[in-house]
């Protein structure tokens, strides 16, 4: 992908995510099969992408009810938008884009995934805790290995893997079936946010650095 591509690309990836994980209710989610919600939603990830590029573009018409994939595509086949936009003297916005939504992909979509991978075996009885404390802890963990990761301190993901195996050490000495849940969940909520951190990282070593002065041709 060429520089403008990749630019164009972390615009609306930020809108995309957005769209997704923050503005997309329970409400939404729920009703998705719904003609009037499919283009609410529509709405939100065109407003969105408007605003994230900082102009009109009628290749994001293309995006109002696609998703990643089609992120790809348009910023290969139109890069452009991003240059034409409002926002094209500041490009200092584009690695901050591509670090919010590394961080919501990496923290709330990675929720959404390990949920999806531990549906299953919801069965599992498992110790009575805080309400929604594992939600919690999950978002937290996560979004502290993206911050080791992005300060290149990733040898601090081991202190995490130690304090979470003491505190689990009970529950999974006691019942090998809920002892297995917790490493499956742990260990698949660290891949994803260990793939996503560095994705986040890779993406943001190919746009311009995360400066606030005047930028000079």
């Known amino acids: 992908m060429s520089a403008a591509a990749i ?19 329970r ?21 969105l992408s408007l605003a994230a590029l900082g102009g009109w573009s009628d290749w994001v018409l ?3 009810g696609a998703h990643l994939a089609s992120l790809v595509a348009v910023a290969v086949v139109a890069p452009g938008p991003w240059q034409a936009g409002a926002w094209a003297g500041l490009p200092w916005l584009l690695p901050l884009f ?50 080791f990761v992005l300060a290149g301190q990733p040898s601090g993901i081991g202190f995490l893997i130690a ?34 951190s560095y994705a986040t990282l890779r993406l943001i070593d190919l746009l311009p650095p995360l400066e606030t002065g005047p930028v000079h041709d």
Do not use: C
């Not at 630019?7 to 209710?25: G, P, R, Y």
């Not at 531990?118 to 979004?143: C, S, T």
């Open 7 to 25: 630019h164009t690309f972390t615009a609306l990836l930020l809108a995309h995510v957005l769209a997704d994980f923050l503005f997309q209710t």
């Open 27 to 47: 409400w939404m989610v729920a009703h998705k099969r719904n003609p009037l919600v499919l283009v609410l939603h529509a709405a939100l990830v065109l407003g």
């Open 62 to 64: 293309v995006l109002a």
């Open 98 to 147: 591509a670090l919010v939504a590394g961080l919501i992909l990496t923290t709330r979509a990675g929720g959404f995934a390990v949920g999806e991978l531990m549906a299953p075996y919801a069965e599992v009885d498992l110790p009575r805790g805080l309400e929604k404390g594992g939600l919690l802890i999950g978002l937290l963990e996560r979004g502290l290995i993206f911050l």
């Open 163 to 196: 304090a979470k195996s003491i505190l689990r050490f009970e529950t999974a000495s006691k019942d090998q079936r809920a002892g297995e849940y917790v490493i499956i969940g742990t260990l698949a909520s660290f891949g994803w946010a260990l793939a996503l």
